[in-house]
């Protein structure tokens, strides 16, 4: 049997033609495996999100294929969601009706109202936003709000999950306490994620391979780092951990040296 679980092949992305050509990424080859948390990491600009586009089937790549569970992906699906920097809660629906939206779409053959009422609410349990499940997004915090969105995104149980730059709009305190809960999470449902950020120290905190891409035009995989730290991975631990560090140098290296922006 095959162990990957997700394929990106031989991926290529060409924006616009003739004098507005744009060659943005230049064939991206990664297998992921189930139950892999994988971090993207590359210079501003380089098409990080285009990748994770690619594969959330919101873009379709000029030449390539993306294989999710033996399947060609072709636009958009329930067994892939997203979530993004800032969150996309419907303003006017309640934090349970946000997540009822998505829940009573994708389940609604599969559950009855009762399952899928529970369904919602162990949801938003699994994030801690179940006390606050009858306020609307403006009456709550970024960080609650970005906990709502990920209720959603795992409410559908996806077979991946997308997660593009999620805690870029936070604090540092708050960024901290949803990367624990991200971790304690994804070490439960065993969730395969593909993550794109800009921070060395969450890249290797949460992953267990981090994907350094190199500038663009014509970005590809520059290098693609193991990161066996064992598990559960304490932050304040890591921070006098000597492998943690040399991780984190590695990365640094590859980011300012070797690709360094002038
Ligand atoms: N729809 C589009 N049409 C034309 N060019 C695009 C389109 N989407 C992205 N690009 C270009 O592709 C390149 C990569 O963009 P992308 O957003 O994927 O980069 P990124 O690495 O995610 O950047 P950042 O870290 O700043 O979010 C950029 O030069 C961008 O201008």
């Known amino acids: 049997m095959k162990e990957q679980f997700l394929d990106i092949e031989h991926v290529n992305m060409v924006f616009g033609s ?12 990664l297998e992921v495996k189930k139950g892999e948390f994988i971090a993207i990491i590359g210079h501003s600009g380089c098409g990080k999100s285009t990748v994770l586009n690619i594969v959330a089937g919101l873009l379709d790549a000029t030449n390539g294929d993306v294989i999710l569970d033996g399947k060609e992906v072709k636009g958009p699906g329930p067994d892939r969601s997203v979530v993004f920097q800032n969150h996309s809660l419907l303003p006017w629906l309640t934090v349970y009706e946000n997540v009822a939206l998505a829940v009573n779409k994708a389940f609604k053959e599969k559950m009855t109202a009762k399952e899928r009422h529970e369904w919602i609410l162990e949801s938003l349990k699994m994030v801690h936003m179940d006390h606050a ?25 996806p077979k991946v999950l997308l997660l593009d730059e999620p805690f870029g709009a ?71 951990n000597a492998e943690y560090n040399h991780y984190r140098h590695e990365v640094l290296h590859f980011l300012h040296e070797k690709q360094r922006k002038h």
Do not use: W, Y
Request: glycine share 6%; net charge negative; hydrophobic share 40%.
């Open 18 to 29: 003739g004098k507005k050509e744009s060659r943005v990424l230049s064939d991206i080859n």
């Open 133 to 157: 499940m009858d306020k609307l997004p403006s009456q709550i915090s970024g960080g609650m709000k970005q906990r709502v969105g990920i209720a959603r995104a795992l409410s559908l149980e």
């Open 170 to 240: 936070l604090d540092a305190l708050t960024r901290s306490h949803l990367q624990d809960e991200v971790m304690r999470i994804q070490e439960n449902l065993n969730s395969t994620v593909l993550m794109i950020t800009h921070d060395v120290d969450e890249a290797v905190l949460l992953s267990d391979r981090i994907v350094m891409m190199t500038n663009g035009p014509e970005a590809t995989i520059g290098e693609i780092l193991d990161i066996k730290l064992p598990r559960p991975r304490n932050r304040i631990e890591m921070a006098d």
